[in-house]
């Protein structure tokens, strides 16, 4: 079912300042900022050889993110995503497998307009794991 890893979402404070770390000091290609007001985010993706880096700064008060920063004050991993091909089989088959879906279980247009969902962390070792259709 799990295709290629998307990206790595990373949870920061200041995502100017971020993006300096990486383009500057590593040397990475990072995309410009995004705000994404329906999912209360600004995004910026960093582009590597083999997957991305996503990183999230709140966007918003109820932002989801400002939690998540009240725990981890300097930022931090915040979620994993991996492709599928079918959206709606894989969230099918991982609910008949047990797992919870985030939400309505409705497939919601991401980051990069294609549909995402979110798996519960808990049942996921402990990581909020994203999973996109490509
Ligand atoms: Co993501």
Do not use: W
Request: hydrophobic fraction near 45%; glycine fraction near 10%; charged fraction near 25%.
């Amino acid at each position: 079912m799990l295709g290629r890893l998307n990206h790595v979402a990373i949870a920061v404070k200041d995502i100017a300042a971020a993006t300096r770390v990486y383009r500057e000091t590593l040397g990475a290609e990072v995309s410009a900022p995004q705000d994404l007001p329906e999912h209360g985010v600004r995004v910026a993706f960093v582009t590597l050889p083999n997957t991305k880096i996503e990183f999230l700064e709140p966007l918003g008060a109820a932002s989801p993110i400002v939690k998540f920063l009240e725990k981890n004050p300097d930022g931090g991993m915040h979620h994993l995503c991996y492709e599928v091909s079918d959206i709606r089989a894989a969230r099918d088959a991982l609910i008949a497998g047990g797992l919870r879906i985030l939400g309505d279980g409705e497939p919601k247009i991401g980051a990069h307009g294609k549909p995402v969902l979110f798996l519960h962390p808990k049942d996921c070792l402990g990581t909020l794991t994203e999973l996109e259709e490509v």
